[in-house]
C-alpha cells in the first residue's frame, strides 16, 4: 500500500470539516447536483413543475439581464464560514463572475428559490435568513404550495428589511432597479 494520496486529490488539502465537505460535493462524479443546508447534503431533483415556474422568471428577466450585463442560471453560492453550499433555482449574476466555480450571495443582483413539497420550509426560513445575511440584494421566494411570490430586499445581519408580499399568483410582482420590470406571476 502506497501512503501517497490518490491523484485525483493530491492537492487537496483540508484543516477543517467546511472545506472538506465542500470539497467532496464539488468532486461528485456523474449528473448529479448537490446542495449543503446546514451541513445536510441534499440532492437536487426538480419536477417539471418546478422547472416550469424557474423557466418561465428566466425568460421574463432575460431581456433585463442582458442589457446589465449579467448571466441567469443555478450555479453554486458558496456561504464562507457556514457548512452551506446552496443551487439555487435562479441566480442573475455579473457576466464577468460566470466563470468562477461558486459565488457568494452579495455577488449577485437576484436570488430566485422555488418551493417543492420536500423543501419548502428550507426556502422559505433557513435560505431566506442567510441569503439576507450574505447580502443577496434580492430574494424571490416563489412558493408553490401556498402558491404566493415573496420579494425580499435590504439585506441585513438579522434578515430582509423590507418585504413586498406575499402575493397570491396572478399578482404582477414589481422587481425594482436594476431590472426595473414587472414579473407575471399566473403561470408559476
Known sequence: MSAQPHSETASYVADDPETALKYAIQHIRGDDRVQIVEGVIEQLSPTWGHEKAADKIRNQIAPAVSKLGCVSGSGNLDLPGSSNWYVPDVAVVPEEL?????LVPDQTLLVV??????????????KRRRYAEYGAPLYLLVDRQQRTCTLYSAPGNLGYT??????????????PEPFDLELDTSEF
Open 113 to 126: 428559490e422555488v418551493t417543492s413539497d420536500s423543501n419548502g420550509d428550507t426556502d422559505r426560513i433557513v
Open 162 to 175: 423590507k418585504v413586498d408580499g406575499p402575493h397570491p399568483f396572478g399578482t404582477r410582482l414589481a422587481l
Open 98 to 102: 460566470a466563470e468562477a466555480a461558486a
